[in-house]
């Protein structure tokens, strides 16, 4: 298997769905885009409809029901978009999305109305350098976040052109991207690539973005190594995922994985109200108490942030007692940073 499995049909010649599925496959391919990886393909077992990869990777009829709490931009993006292409949410650092195409399509994606081929588009050349010009007259930003889509898909000039850009912008001090292509496309992590990646001469993170053990194949090994030795950091990001990782032993096998690579575990992110997700999420309770087995039983090297993006954009906050009320009987409560309290779900 050579291909990106982008169609149907390629999913049904590969095994991975029945000729029985196709009606169900063909509509939810008219709503949200398929992609599944060589490598991640390969990673799925067909003959188990539980498989940990392919609950990821593979549509299922379920994306076709649509929840009252659902919202087509769950963290509100849209919201904090002063320009097109960034995100402006907290004071000292953006996003900037000049891509939304991605290497796969995860199936729970909070972005998924907005990303794919019918999806937001990726920005113009005018456009982002409208997008580099909010970031360098707004001296407060100290760190840029370059997501979308995945940012690692753009190619090496252009990625590169980026790079070089923001070099010289002088209070950008940190550049940091969120990626599945580690996982998902190894290879393209080759020395051209990386020195793409390093142009800039700032510190440079990447976030790397897994959800099972079993992802964490030889050749992502051998591309985090790459990173690393550029001196690139790492970081991982996962997603707290019904019937995927669920379950105090596979994220400990997992984080304990990320920290034997030398990727620090950063966040633990409860699912979003995307959506077509409902069949993906648990609830707020079920999650501390699953992240509460692994404090103690794990090194505190292998702990990440159990985090939750409060819905409507007002930003990221721990899951602790500290932002998170859940006494009252009607609805669970969440402080964001600046000491506002959200009702979770939001109402209508």
């Not at 923001?166 to 940190?174: D, F, N, P, T, W």
């Not at 940091?176 to 292509?181: A, D, E, G, L, N």
């Not at 994985?257 to 409860?270: A, C, E, K, Q, T």
Request: with cysteine; aromatic share 6%; charged share 25%.
């Amino acid at each position: 298997m050579t291909l990106t499995l982008k169609t149907v049909d390629h999913l049904i010649s590969s095994g991975l769905v029945s000729e029985d599925q196709r009606i169900d496959m063909e509509k939810i391919a008219k709503t949200y885009a398929i992609a599944v990886s060589p490598l991640l393909a390969s990673l799925i077992n067909p003959d188990d409809p539980k498989d940990p990869i392919g609950l990821q990777f593979v549509p299922a009829i379920s994306e076709l029901t649509h929840t009252n709490e659902e919202l087509a931009d769950p963290i509100g993006d849209h919201a904090h978009t002063p320009v097109k292409g960034i995100v402006h949410r907290y004071p000292d650092r953006v996003l900037l999305k000049a891509v939304h195409i991605c290497p796969v399509y995860c199936r729970f994606c909070f972005r998924r109305e907005m990303v794919g081929p019918a999806g937001d588009g990726s920005l113009t050349d005018t456009e982002l350098e409208n997008a580099i010009a909010y970031i360098t007259k707004n001296k407060q930003i100290w760190e840029v976040i370059l997501t979308g889509g995945d940012p690692l898909i753009l190619s090496e000039r252009r990625l590169r052109n980026i790079m070089t850009v923001l070099s010289k912008i002088e209070h950008i001090r940190v550049i940091r991207f969120h990626s599945r292509i580690p996982v998902a496309n190894p290879e393209r992590i080759d020395d051209a690539f990386v020195s793409a990646l390093t142009a800039s001469g700032k510190t440079v993170y990447i976030a790397i973005h897994s959800n099972h053990p079993r992802e964490l194949s030889q050749p992502m090994k051998e591309a985090c190594e790459r990173l690393q030795k550029a001196g690139i950091q790492l970081l991982s990001q996962t997603v707290l995922l019904k019937d995927i990782n669920d379950d105090a032993q596979v994220l400990s096998e997992l984080m304990q994985g990320f920290v034997s690579l030398g990727i620090r575990p950063y966040y633990l992110h409860h699912p979003d109200l995307a959506p077509g997700t409902s069949h993906f999420r648990i609830s707020i309770s079920e999650g501390r108490q699953i992240f509460e087995q692994l404090r103690g039983y794990i090194s505190g090297l292998c702990q990440p942030t159990y985090v939750i993006d409060i819905p409507g954009g007002f930003g990221k906050v721990p899951v602790t007692k500290d932002y998170i009320d859940d006494t009252a009987p009607e609805c669970i409560r969440i402080r964001d940073y600046q000491g506002n309290w959200h009702n979770y779900p939001p109402r209508p």
